[in-house]
């Protein structure tokens, strides 16, 4: 990644009439579009992301000394173990991938 390249999370969601947009980096992150309307941007509460209450969650269950119910340890090793594997497969293919 370029020096200077931040980081955003998104996604966009189509639905039969309407289409929600969800994008970090944007002034107003989320846009909802609908048939013959004009786009809304809703007001976010927060302006914090996913993340943020991730890791507020698990430094909480930590404060009081509870095992997380959500997001655990266990999961999130699985998830870099996957990520990993994936970008193994993709090293050693990629120029069959591609």
């Not at 990644?1 to 929600?20: D, R, Y």
């Not at 266990?74 to 120029?95: G, M, P, Y």
Request: aromatic content about 12%.
């Amino acid at each position: 990644m370029p020096t200077g390249f931040g980081f955003n999370m998104g996604f966009t969601a189509l639905f039969e009439q309407a289409a929600v947009v969800w994008d970090l980096a944007a002034n107003t992150p989320l846009t909802i579009y609908r048939d013959g309307q004009e786009p809304q941007q809703p007001n976010i509460p927060s302006a914090t992301d996913g993340y943020y209450h991730e890791i507020d969650y698990f430094l909480k269950s930590i404060e009081t000394d509870e095992a997380p119910a959500l997001c655990l340890p266990q999961e999130s090793r699985d998830a870099v173990a996957t990520a990993l594997a994936e970008k193994q497969v993709i090293d050693e293919h990629a120029t069959t991938c591609f």
